[in-house]
């Protein structure tokens, strides 16, 4: 990555030191810090807009202190809805497209390495983006999976830190809907605009396509089509967090109010589960989640499966970030273990840069051995996430410290690794 890049992202991840999240960093500016940035931008054009404008209650607050509920005259409610078309929008559709680009696809190229991939370029639009980068003759065809499903998974992250943000404040601001609907419905987006399975890279045009080319070509025990993709995205609209959000932007519109998180009751916690599918290096998986509250805490656990070929993957994981919390800061831990195939950095029969100078049609031999392919791994990662505030001055200091072991978990690295970030934010 040049420096040019690097001081791009560097703005994006570390420079904006006040707000109501925190702005976080991590060594390759991962989906994580991504989310976190993207979140404080949001939430701080979200107060920008609160000072000129407004000052939203949370509609439950609302219910309580009125008999009935009075809309917003006709003017104030056109007013809302043309900042929702015309700014919260772009804006929303513009966080992802640099969450997907910058901390997606860049991220996973910067956590490989120059041996195998350099980020050369970004050319983001409002609603699309692009990363250019030199692919080397090291890279496999293992490793380009990831970076083909990179942009989603940084989408997928981004979403869960909503989810959490929601359930933390216990309540969704309906100008956030447009980040979330573009976030959680990014890969049901992308897996539409395939019509068919590529048969060479010069059909390879979006992440999906590349997707499909190269997952089918390592893996020739077991053929994905583009209409089982399609289909299975489908299930990413059970999500009831999308369908919430969109009754917030209703909210919103209509009252100028937050929305209450709407949820399960059981005694002292509150409950709702949810499904998604997502992409991984070696196939499809979906996953099972859980979201709880008790005492304001949020908590997130999911159990994950899937199959492709003679291949099953499965794991789960348990986010918790204040199981111990008192007056000055709080204590956490996440904790995620999976059973699955490796992704291989052993460069196989044909590496990416030896299929772009394949003649069209050219037969494809096997790539590696079957024993390679369905031989599993075991890992782990654990990390202690930690929070400080000041009594003296404004400021939340945040850090998160762990260690992974080998193996695919989205928005980490691939290879063994620690877990450290941190962040700081300012109140005001």
């Known amino acids: 990555m040049n420096a040019k890049n690097y001081f791009f992202a560097f703005l994006v991840s570390a420079s904006y030191v006040l707000g109501y999240n925190y702005p976080c960093a ?63 929008i772009p804006v929303g559709a513009s966080c992802v497209v640099t969450q997907h680009e910058v901390f997606g696809h860049g991220y996973r190229i910067r956590d490989l390495g120059e041996q195998y991939a350099k980020v050369t370029g970004y050319r983001m639009y409002v609603v699309s983006g692009v990363t250019f980068f030199d692919a080397m003759d090291r890279l496999t065809t293992s490793q380009m999976l990831t970076i083909d499903i990179a942009g989603l998974e940084a989408d997928s992250i981004l979403s869960n830190r909503l989810k959490m943000k929601w359930l933390q404040d216990g309540k969704i601001d309906g100008r956030q809907f447009p980040m979330y609907s573009f976030a959680s ?73 937050a929305m209450t998180v709407p949820m399960f009751r059981f005694g002292p916690i509150s409950y709702m589960p949810s499904m998604k599918i997502v992409l991984t290096p070696f196939g499809l998986q979906g996953y099972w989640e859980h979201f709880l509250v008790a005492s304001g805490v949020p908590t997130y ?52 840069t030896q299929f772009s100078e394949l003649p069209p049609n050219a037969p494809i031999p096997p790539l590696y051995s079957q024993s390679l392919l369905t031989e599993k791994i075991t890992g782990v990662a654990c990390s202690l996430i930690s929070s400080y505030e000041s009594t003296r001055l404004p400021i939340l200091l945040f850090a998160e410290l762990g260690y992974k072991t080998d193996g695919y978990l989205p928005g980490e690295a691939l290879r063994s690794s620690p877990i450290a970030r941190g962040g700081i934010s300012g109140r005001f």
């Open 185 to 257: 419905l990014s890969f049901f987006g992308y897996a539409t605009t395939v019509k068919k399975n590529p048969s060479s890279l010069e059909e390879c045009w979006n992440d999906i396509n590349s997707f499909l080319f190269f997952l089918n070509k390592t893996y020739q025990d077991s053929h994905l089509g583009y209409t089982r993709v399609r289909n299975l995205s489908l299930l990413n609209f059970l999500d009831p967090f999308f369908w919430s959000s969109m009754l917030a932007q209703a909210v919103y519109t209509e009252y100028d109010m």
């Open 301 to 352: 656990l999911y159990m994950k499966w899937g199959k492709h070929g003679e291949n099953i993957y499965y794991g789960f994981g348990v986010e918790n970030r204040k199981i111990f919390h008192g007056r000055f800061g709080s204590l956490g831990a996440r904790l995620d273990v999976w059973h699955q195939p490796r992704v291989l950095f052993e460069p196989g029969a044909l590496t990416v």
């Open 26 to 88: 991590d060594i390759h500016f991962s989906p994580y810090s991504g989310a976190e940035n993207v979140m404080f931008l949001q939430q701080g054009l979200e107060k920008f807009d609160q000072q000129i404008f407004s000052e939203p209650m949370v509609f439950s607050q609302y219910v309580e202190k009125s008999s009935s509920f009075e809309k917003l005259s006709d003017e104030r409610q056109w007013q809302q809805k043309l900042k929702s078309s015309l700014f919260w």
